[in-house]
């Protein structure tokens, strides 16, 4: 069962969209020097689908929903991605997992996602070292493919162009 602490507007994480954050606790990843180092702990409160669609509810303004975490139970955290994609939100995740966790048809549910876990060594997004990486989804009509992964992790370097 995921949990959360809190909520946030945040318009930095997800370039170009207005993103309610979702603070999700009980990260297995415990990273050295993480910046939420409080969302370690199996605590706060329960992330079923009345609370969430209750958050979706309170928040229509914004554009995208962001799971900060949820690698504890990417089973319930998938569920919750489909429901906000049925209220026709953008969906976005960051997780510290090396890579996507499901079958690639299951990308559908999410327009964004960063993997990687934190490196202190290698900084955040914004460091060019990093080896996190922040994708956008995008659908294509290729053979036996519906969807890629685009890099576009230096939206997050301000003295680096595309």
Known sequence: M?????????MAEVPDEISLAINISGCPHKCEGCHSPWLWED??????QDTFMGLMEENKGVSCILFMGGDND???LLYLA????????????????E?????DENLEYFNYLKFGPYIKERGGLDNP????????????????????????????RRHEKD
């Open 129 to 156: 070292n990093t080896n996190q990486v922040f994708f956008r989804v995008e659908r294509v009509e290729i053979p036996h493919r519906h969807y890629i992964l685009k890099d576009e992790t230096k939206k997050f």
């Open 82 to 97: 489909y429901l906000a994609k049925l209220r026709g939100f953008k969906v976005a995740w960051y997780s510290g997992l």
């Open 74 to 76: 990417v089973q319930s």
């Open 43 to 48: 605590k706060g409160e329960p992330l079923d």
């Open 2 to 10: 995921l949990k959360y602490i809190n909520t946030a507007i945040v």
């Open 99 to 103: 890579k996507f966790p499901f079958d």
